[in-house]
């Protein structure tokens, strides 16, 4: 079985080449068969090994990590594996650092698949689901793979735009291929848009989302608050007792698209007194007391009968009550 060694240091000019070539070589001379790869785009491991013009070589590890990358099948082996007695190397050169991006989006990826799979999703935390699955989205999308998922999760991202459509109700809509995604994860597609979505929520926000202090679904629409709203929506918070409902959370998002969220307004929305109903114009209704009118009604007189009864008493009350002050004039 084939054991594989890595020299790696971030710091340069601390003997990696040299450690590689030596070590190679004297492992080589004790009969054991060595293949050395060249990952850094300065080449200084192709040039120790006495690789002439490796800038003009036709394959390199740039051209093999593309091929894997795009699965594709690799070239034959004597393309680009050069040998000398039991060492082989497959050299690289400087096209190697345009692949890096791609490479460590592709490790993102794989890093963020293996974190989901060893945990599962249900016992991580809101910002952790939002953070893995936007990671997710993120690779997937710099990758160019899988458009059709990402133009569905872009399509639910941007619903608020549909606001009015039945089928974009709370970043829902009624197509089936962005189901892949969240079926790996056990999430509908609906709840993959929601996590990506609060993914844009303020840290200190969405921590109050991990403790329950704001729903899901109200964070949701929060999210399409501008950072400077989202901090100072924080910072109120954080200074009163104010509780977000789903009325609370999409006042403030009507009031943020219209650009009339003002701090008073945001606080007034929290408070509550935004949402109050302006009090009647007119009088309550009068209501006597039993006692009161049964002192004057008995049992046998309608409700029609009395109202007829004091509405005659209070026409000649206050008709005398006009003639008394008219007399005192």
Sequence with gaps: MCKILTIANQKGGVSKTST??????????????????????????TVCFGVENHEHLETTMHDLMLT????????????????????????????????????REEAMLIVTETN???RSFADLAHS??????KTHMDAIKAQGKRTDIIDEVNSLLNADKNRDKE???????????????????????????????????????????????IGLYPAVSLSYLSADEQTELDFILDSSSYKIDMKKAEALRGLSAEKKLTNDKMTAVLSGELSKKPKPKTSPPLRIKHKVYSKHFNET??????????????????????????DEQ
Aim: charged share 30%.
């Design 167 to 213: 089928t974009c109700a709370l970043l829902g809509n009624k197509s089936k291929s962005i189901e892949k995604i969240g079926a790996k994860y056990d999430l509908s597609k609906n709840s993959v848009a929601r996590y990506i979505r609060i993914s844009s929520l303020d840290v200190k926000l969405i921590k109050r989302v991990d403790n329950s202090d």
């Design 20 to 45: 590689a070539l030596n070590l190679a070589h004297a492992l080589g001379l004790q009969g054991k068969r060595v293949l050395a790869l060249d990952l850094d785009p300065q080449s200084s491991l």
């Design 128 to 133: 952790e689901k939002a953070i893995a699955l």
């Design 68 to 103: 894997v990358l795009n699965d594709e099948p690799l070239p034959p082996k004597e393309s680009y594996i050069i040998s000398k007695g039991n060492v082989d190397l497959i050299p690289c050169n400087i096209g190697l650092s345009a692949i890096e991006d791609k490479l």
């Design 301 to 326: 007189v309608t409700q029609k009968e009395m109202e007829e009864i004091i509405d005659k008493a209070l026409t000649e009350y206050f008709n005398n009550h006009k003639e008394e002050k008219g």
């Design 116 to 118: 989901l799979i060893q």
